[in-house]
């Protein structure tokens, strides 16, 4: 039969190398340790936004939970920062940076996180979804912003959390999912996994 353990006894395993995403974990007080994987994020072909995270944070949950005991609950996330139903990455160069931060310029923008964690043999996903709102933007605040290099590893180009956070007019839905880790329905899933009230 299996057993279930308190959290705070868990050995807690974060499918991630982001600082932001531990920066989050480290907010519902729980001790963990980092390990990710290296995949290959590429979108498939005709493959929804929804589909797309969905699909990346199950593989890298799926790829370091095989590393662990089966006692082990492990996190996976993914972030996605989309307009016009196209997935906007992480930037390859200035010149992509530029194109992205005009795109996003005076319009809003939909970011889905997904989370997957497992436990026990049991795998739970959930999805945040937000909806972001960038004030107009002139091209010498674009530069300024690419020169601090805070966009370079992030999906869409930007860090609400950052210097970004001046261009942001408006959010709808959840400030620690458009970070990269949602943490009401992070919380929901270990609950319903530790407490082995699970579904089948």
Same mark, same amino acid.
């Given at each position: &039969?299996?057993?279930?353990? !308190? &959290?705070?006894?868990?050995?807690?395993?974060?499918?991630?190398?982001?600082?932001? $995403?531990? =920066? +989050?974990?480290?907010?519902? /007080?729980? #001790? @963990? *340790?980092?390990?990710?994987?290296? %995949?290959?994020?590429?979108? +498939?072909?005709?493959?929804?936004?929804?589909?797309?995270?969905?699909?990346?944070?199950?593989?890298?949950?799926?790829?370091? $939970? =095989?590393?662990? *005991?089966?006692?082990?609950?492990?996190?996976?996330?993914?972030?996605?920062?989309? %307009?016009?139903?196209?997935?906007?990455?992480? !930037?390859?160069?200035?010149?992509? @940076?530029?194109? &992205?931060?005009?795109?996003?310029?005076? $319009?809003?923008?939909?970011?889905?996180?997904?989370?997957?964690?497992?436990?026990?043999?049991?795998?739970?996903?959930?999805?945040? %979804?937000? =909806?972001?709102?960038?004030?107009?933007?002139?091209?010498?605040?674009? $530069? #300024?912003?690419?020169?601090? /290099? =805070? !966009?370079?590893?992030?999906?869409?180009?930007?860090?609400? *959390?950052?210097?970004?956070?001046? @261009?942001? *007019?408006? +959010?709808?839905?959840?400030?620690?999912?458009?970070?990269?880790?949602?943490?009401?329905?992070? @919380?929901?899933? %270990?609950?319903?996994?530790?407490?082995?009230?699970?579904?089948?």
């Amino acid at each position: &039969m299996a057993m279930y353990k !308190p &959290m705070s006894l868990m050995t807690i395993i974060l499918a991630s190398a982001s600082p932001r $995403r531990a =920066e +989050l974990l480290q907010q519902l /007080g729980l #001790d @963990f *340790q980092t390990d990710s994987a290296d %995949i290959d994020e590429t979108p +498939l072909i005709e493959e929804s936004v929804l589909d797309y995270v969905t699909r990346m944070a199950q593989t890298k949950n799926r790829l370091i $939970r =095989e590393q662990y *005991q089966p006692d082990s609950l492990v996190i996976g996330a993914d972030t996605s920062v989309s %307009i016009d139903e196209v997935i906007m990455g992480k !930037p390859q160069d200035q010149s992509d @940076f530029e194109s &992205m931060m005009t795109r996003l310029s005076g $319009r809003t923008h939909c970011v889905h996180t997904a989370v997957s964690v497992s436990y026990l043999g049991k795998c739970l996903d959930a999805v945040s %979804i937000s =909806e972001v709102s960038f004030r107009a933007l002139v091209m010498d605040e674009i $530069r #300024d912003y690419w020169h601090t /290099g =805070e !966009p370079l590893d992030k999906a869409g180009g930007y860090a609400i *959390q950052g210097l970004a956070a001046k @261009f942001i *007019q408006h +959010l709808s839905g959840s400030y620690s999912g458009v970070m990269g880790l949602p943490l009401f329905e992070l @919380f929901e899933l %270990i609950q319903c996994l530790s407490s082995g009230d699970k579904n089948e």
